[in-house]
């Protein structure tokens, strides 16, 4: 237990104020207790904002949830500890039982998220533990879940770098032919 508290202690240490994440956009699937579509914007320098869209396993539920994360870079390029919370709504579809002869009511709450992901040129794969938790409706109170996302980066740093290099070099030809009329 000792061993485990240091090794995470010292991953969290290691964190740095570079970026953290080399994707600005990135999609695909997750699956793990519950199966879906996860969608992930980086909004600021460390911080991106996720949808997630899933269907429960062991529920006859569909939820939606929208996180707002934190990434840190540890030790290699790509690899990231993130963390975050955000909302989630629900839609149940399951039959009235002998403890709910009215069924389940839509569950609405706050969900939290951490996990470490690893970005490989245009392939992100992370895993992660998100505890969602019901303020109404539901099956229960407390949905333990994780996941392991497979994602395609669909605009990286080096797109956005790229981007801006031509932008610039347009502006140094627009300043060499001053005599053109726009």
């Excluded at 969290?12 to 699956?31: E, H, N, P």
């Amino acid at each position: 237990m000792r061993f485990s508290i240091l090794i995470f202690t010292s991953l969290l240490c290691s964190a740095t104020i570079a970026k953290a994440q080399s994707y600005v956009t990135s999609g695909g699937l997750r699956l793990g207790t519950d199966w879906g579509l996860t969608l992930q914007q980086r909004i600021a320098e460390h911080v991106t904002i996720e949808g997630i869209l899933q269907k429960s396993f062991q529920r006859d539920e569909f939820m939606v949830t929208a996180l707002a994360e934190r990434h840190y870079k540890i030790m290699l390029n790509g690899l990231n500890l993130y963390v975050g919370a955000g909302l989630h709504k629900g839609w149940n579809n399951q039959p009235a039982t002998a403890e709910k002869p009215d069924g389940f009511e839509n569950p609405f709450g706050i969900t939290g998220i951490g996990g470490l992901e690893l970005t490989i040129a245009r392939l992100n794969l992370s895993y992660d533990f998100k505890p969602a938790i019901n303020l109404y409706g539901g099956e229960r109170t407390v949905y333990v879940q994780s996941g392991l996302s497979l994602r395609y980066v669909f605009y990286s740093n080096r797109d956005l770098k790229k981007k801006e290099r031509e932008r610039k070099r347009e502006e140094r030809r627009k300043k060499l032919r001053f005599w053109e009329k726009d």
